[in-house]
């Protein structure tokens, strides 16, 4: 115990240098253990006594001037009782041989994080390094796949092997009311990886098991093992930094780190989809701009969206999709910076506000809300006016505003509701309009029904029949007529016999 004694002075002699404050807080907190022998449990446990009381001396402290140069000397001494208490931990079984060492790489060679990380109001000490991805093992006691693991050993009888936990992480296997091919986002963490690498290093245990980074990891190996991808895509992938716990770790190290990255928010903020959208769009514009002519062809339009895609590490469908939607929200500004004079940026807020509603009001080129925005710009304006001051409850409504521009009923709510003052009744009398605009197009359906049944019968009775006959040009094809033959099959069980046919053996005529 006198080396214990030998080195508590030492520590003083530390804390001295950094200030006369702290070195003779530190002196009367290590006094026992200059005073009296102490075991390695207890050292350990003073030794934790003298960060937290260093900790709250220092948050107390009114002299800010000189704060951030002590906080920094502070934290180096704390450092040094870390590495102190260390020395305390029982030592590893030197026998154990699971463990899995970390390799240097790229010239970083494996060492000691610096400041110690602190998960859940816990100081862990861990090393950072390097390791190949398919050495890590997939953390199958992991809360985020606990019910997919429970149906896996109803189904089975046993727990998944390292491959079926891969295939569950990837959607690929198939569970009962497991709808989602990619119900854990790994395809698109992938073809982030992918262009930048693993940014944030996985939490892993001396064993390899992953405490946290299992998406991380599984994206790695779906890049492995993807077509998607080049070789130089799949070499950011085949190597991860990652951070592990030391030899001294316990269990309750383990948790602090699992219940610190699964519980608390680490409060980041994502980009709103209308910034992530204008940042491809400008993109988009850029290098249609180096193609020397506005409207490149089809198939190159096609690789423009999949260079831009691979750029920012989304899916192609996603480029298209955020062009469409900024375009119809720069039409939405427009109109109501140049016709509406409103302060441009109070509408760009509104365009960020309400940015997608633009991929409903964008869906339907040819027959849908897009067409009937194109056809009538009275109603573009009705519906931006209405968008504006927040006068649709939800983006669902955008949806039936085709049937709205073609029923004046309609139309009378919705201009009613765009003058309306009061908010609540402007949404009410929106309600109201898409509620009439969708019954009368229900009625529409069986009216029209009616008097289309009437103009095909006029026009089949007055038919000549060499129609139906194969050979003339202006016959009907085989397939038509198979076709015509089965929609006519599908209405005989409802019609009932004419009234000549008095011996009720069948229909009196034949099609």
């Known amino acids: 115990m006198n080396d214990i004694s030998a080195d508590f002075r030492e520590l003083i002699a ?25 075991d390695q449990d207890e050292a350990r446990a003073l030794l934790s006594r003298v960060v937290t009381v260093i900790r709250q001396r220092a ?5 800010r001037a000189t704060v951030a140069q002590l906080d920094h000397d502070i934290e180096a001494l704390i450092g040094r009782i870390e590495e102190f208490r260390a020395t305390l931990r029982p030592q590893p079984d030197s026998r154990a041989t699971d463990s899995l060492e970390l390799q240097a790489h790229n010239g970083i060679d494996p060492r000691p994080v610096r400041p110690t990380p602190v998960f859940h109001e816990r100081r862990v000490p861990v090393v950072e390094g390097f390791v190949q991805t398919r050495d890590l093992k997939i953390w199958d006691e992991n809360q985020r796949v606990d019910i997919h693991l429970n149906q896996f050993l109803q189904v089975h009888g046993r ?5 079926e936990l891969l295939a569950i992480m990837l959607g690929e296997m198939n569970l009962p009311g497991v709808t989602e091919d990619d119900q854990f986002e790994i395809q698109e963490l992938a073809r982030s990886i992918a262009t930048n690498g693993v940014r944030k290093p996985p939490i892993i245990d001396r064993q390899g098991n992953l405490l946290d980074g299992n998406r991380r990891v599984t994206a790695c190996y779906y890049i492995l093992s993807s077509p998607e991808f080049d070789a130089e895509q799949k070499k950011r992938a085949e190597w991860i930094q990652v951070w592990q716990l030391t030899d001294h770790a316990t269990d309750d190290d383990r948790e602090a780190v699992i219940v610190s990255l699964n519980f608390e928010p680490d409060h980041k903020q994502d980009w709103p989809e209308y910034v992530k959208a204008r940042k491809v769009y400008e993109h988009w514009q850029a290098m249609l701009a180096l193609e020397g002519r506005a409207n490149p062809a089809p198939a190159r339009q096609k690789e423009i969206r999949k260079e831009i895609a691979r750029r920012f590490a989304i899916a192609t469908d996603r480029v298209s999709r955020y062009i469409g939607m900024v375009e119809l929200a720069s039409e939405f500004e427009d109109y109501h910076v140049l016709e509406g004079k409103k302060d441009k940026y109070a509408v760009k807020h509104k365009a960020e506000k309400y940015f997608q509603y633009f991929e409903e009001l964008g869906k339907g080129s040819k027959n849908g809300v897009l ?26 409504q955008i949806r039936d505003l085709k049937s709205v521009s073609q029923n004046d009923d309609a139309l009378t709510y919705f201009r009613e509701a765009s003058e309306q003052r009061n908010h609540k009744e402007a949404q009410r009398l929106v309600e109201t309009g898409i509620a009439l605009a969708k019954a009368s197009r229900e009625i529409e359906r069986t009216v029209g029904a009616n008097k289309r049944v009437e103009i095909f019968t006029n026009w089949l009775e007055n038919a000549p029949v060499k129609i139906f006959r194969p050979g003339p040009p202006d016959a009907l094809t085989q397939a038509n007529l198979d076709r015509l033959y089965r929609a006519l099959k599908l209405v005989e069980g409802y019609v009932e016999p004419p009234r000549s046919d008095v011996s009720g053996t069948g229909p009196a005529h034949v099609v």
């Open 14 to 38: 530390v804390a001295q240098r950094v200030s006369d404050d702290v070195g003779e807080l530190v002196r009367e907190v290590l006094q026992a253990g200059l005073e009296e022998p102490l």
């Open 59 to 63: 948050e107390a402290r009114e002299d």
């Open 159 to 163: 727990a998944p092997d390292s491959d």
């Open 371 to 396: 067409a009937s925005l194109n056809e009538d710009d009275g109603f573009t304006s009705l519906v931006y006016d209405l968008l504006y001051d927040g006068k649709f409850k939800n983006w669902n």
